[in-house]
């Protein structure tokens, strides 16, 4: 036993010294296999932080939301239907929302407009419900925050996407074209905090009446409602009595919503797929690249070691602590850098790919998150073939007679 | 010692450039011996040397090695053989470049898993017997001719073998070299060694410590 270890020490010695006789080739090999992890690692970890992001925003959204249906597309929602909903058995309670989108031309950009709870004049329950949600308990994220400023009408609170876009911050105006022509000026009267930047970083928050006024929709209408339930195993059950109270009316359930935002991230995770899999490809033309070529300096070498009493298999332990100590090395390293890279620097690398997705692109400050499944597949996709593809040509060199090395002529 | 019967070594063997290297050789080699290889070039020393030196298996024929059946046995008893039994003196130095002279004259313990010290004690008064101490911490680049044929010869000798085997050892050598190493082969002599040379310098075949000279034509021992 004691033989084995001081053997595999002999093995390991002489390998180090091995990777320092090539000092310049294993070095740009490290540099290459460390910035090949280096991507792998951080799209891995910034699609799957932007995914938690989501679904933690996303729990905590209404768990039924009924918009009118005309014709196939959402209308606006008579607030007549309200009543009906809410005696419908097992409804809690009902909230009526009022949010749309509005095109500036001038940036070329999107907002997305809301009116917070309890800022609609017209609603007919004044509840006052504070933004942040507790379902659950989970730590879930508010969809926005006020951050002390107060909305009221005539004044706007702006997601930071838009404040960067517009150069603009607090106590400044922002004009508007109403749905009349008529130019609507609102004051600015806080930005939103950053904290989810990602849902709010085109958001606007403005009162009830001022949405009315500038989109031109009366009092008994608003944009859909939000239905709270009594026990959620009859949220299904629910949303089919609404539509059986209310034919033209389409009840979304937050699973669904769930569904199509998870398809939206996944989206915006497919600019990071197809990096991923360039990365992929990269890794495999290299690694195929390493295991097809054994040169001619390591080829004689391993015909003198078998010549002077090395096994095939210690050359094969030699070439595997060689493979193992360059990915290793590289994996650590890579996988270091990635999750700085995403988790410190708001994926700077990638910030250029992704902005093209939007002109109101989010400063991501992400929530560190790795699991360990994240790191095992990244390790069976880096170290595992690298170390395997560092072993099979040597069972190619295992042909290597060891008389060859009484055939070398010159050095 | 070391029997041969009936040795043939085919390269190549079904191809249009089949060459045969050995035919039927059948030698006998005595213990505590110097025994010179001798013939013109192509001959097949090399090719016969390796074969003695379970560094590769005869096409046909047998190899006996004190008494031990060993053409049949699979890779790794021959390894084993070779690494216990043999040390080889190649033609060139064959030192691994990059690392220092103590640690090429190290490798081939490293797979017994010997302890360090020992091993390097070992290393270092072999490297002081042949005068190149001093060079221990060298690298195998900066040594002169001499200096690495004299660590490659430390290195045949590092797990003390009964049996030497040297190819050409003279070939890069002047003659002040050569002398030097036929005085190094006589002391292997005196230790009871067992050594097989191959040679086509007078200097190594004529010199009075070689007890046989076999000479070899066209892969066949001349008589
Ligand atoms: N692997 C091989 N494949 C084909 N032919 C080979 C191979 N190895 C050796 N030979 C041939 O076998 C013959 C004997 O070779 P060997 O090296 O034994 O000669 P030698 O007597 O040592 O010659 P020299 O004195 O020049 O070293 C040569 O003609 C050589 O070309
Ligand atoms: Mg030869």
């Known amino acids: ?411 | 010692m070391i029997e041969l019967m009936n040795v043939r070594k085919v390269f190549n063997a079904g191809n249009p450039s089949e060459f045969s290297a050995l035919n039927s050789v059948n030698l006998h080699i005595a213990e505590n011996q110097v025994t010179v290889l001798k013939g013109p070039s192509g001959s097949g020393k090399t090719t016969l040397l390796s074969i003695v030196g379970c560094m590769s298996r005869p096409s046909a024929g047998r190899v006996n090695l004190q008494g031990r059946e060993i053409t049949s046995l699979p890779e790794r008893f021959l390894t084993d053989i070779r690494r216990k039994t043999f040390g080889f003196i190649f033609q060139q130095p064959n030192l691994i470049k990059g690392i220092s002279v103590l640690e090429n004259v190290m490798l081939p313990a490293y797979p017994l898993g010997e302890k360090r010290s020992q091993l390097k004690i070992k290393a270092m008064k072999g490297l002081s017997e042949l005068n190149i101490a001093n060079k221990a911490a060298s690298k195998v680049e900066w040594l002169s001719g001499g200096e690495a044929q004299r660590a490659s010869i430390v290195r045949a000798l590092i797990n003390d073998p009964h049996i030497i085997i040297a190819d050409e050892p003279t070939a890069h050598l002047d003659s002040k070299l050569s002398y030097r190493f036929m005085e190094i082969i006589e002391k292997f002599k005196a230790e009871g060694k067992t050594v097989i040379i191959t040679s086509h310098d007078p200097l190594v075949y004529e010199s009075s410590m070689v007890d046989r000279v076999v000479n070899l034509r066209d892969g066949q021992i001349e008589r």
């Open chain 1, 1 to 411: 036993m004691t033989h084995w270890i001081e053997k595999q020490r002999y093995i390991i010695d002489f390998t180090l010294s091995s990777l320092l006789r090539r000092k310049v080739k294993n070095f740009g090999l490290l540099a290459l296999y460390t910035l090949i992890v280096f991507i792998l690692a951080s799209t891995m970890f910034f699609t799957y932080a932007i995914k938690k992001e989501a679904a933690l925003i996303l729990n905590g959204a209404p768990e039924i939301v009924v918009q009118k249906i005309v014709a196939g597309r959402h209308d606006l929602f008579p607030l007549a239907y309200v009543e009906t909903i809410k005696n419908i058995r097992g409804v809690a309670s009902v909230e009526s929302r009022l949010w749309g989108y509005y095109y500036d031309s001038l940036v070329s950009a999107n907002y997305t407009l809301l009116t917070p709870p309890g800022n609609d004049a017209a609603k007919p329950s004044a509840k006052t419900t504070v933004v942040e949600n507790d379902s659950g308990g989970e730590a879930v994220k508010p969809l926005f925050e006020l951050n002390g400023a107060k909305l009221e009408p005539g004044t706007l609170i702006i997601g930071n996407g838009i404040a960067r876009l517009r150069a603009i911050g607090k106590d400044d105006y922002m004009p508007f074209r109403a749905f009349d022509g008529k130019v609507l000026n609102f004051r600015i009267a806080g930005v939103l905090s950053s904290q989810s930047e990602l849902v709010s970083s085109d958001l606007m928050l403005i009162t009830g009446e001022d949405f009315r006024k500038l989109f031109g929709i009366d009092n008994s209408h608003v944009t859909d409602l939000t239905v709270v339930v009594n026990n959620p195993s009859e949220v299904a059950m629910v949303a089919s009595k609404i539509k059986k109270h209310l034919p033209d009316a389409r009840p979304i359930i937050r699973d669904e919503i769930l569904r199509t935002y998870d398809s939206i991230f996944n989206w915006r995770g497919g600019m990071m797929i197809v990096i991923f899999s360039a990365a992929v490809l990269a890794f495999v033309i290299f690694a195929w690249d390493k295991a097809s070529g054994l040169s001619a300096g390591e080829r004689r070498e391993i015909g003198i070691l078998k010549a002077v009493g090395w096994e095939t298999s210690d050359v094969i332990q030699m070439k595997f602590w060689e493979g193992a100590m360059i990915s290793l090395t590289a994996f650590f390293t890579g996988v270091i850098l990635a999750y700085i890279h995403v988790f410190f620097t708001g994926s700077i690398v990638f910030e250029p790919a992704l902005k093209g997705w939007s002109s109101l692109y989010p400063n991501f400050e992400l929530t560190p998150f790795v699991n360990l499944e994240q790191l095992t597949t990244l390790f069976f996709l880096t170290v595992v073939p690298y170390t395997v593809a560092t072993i099979v040509p040597i069972w190619r060199a295992a042909t290597i007679d060891p008389d060859s090395a009484m055939r070398f002529t010159g050095e």
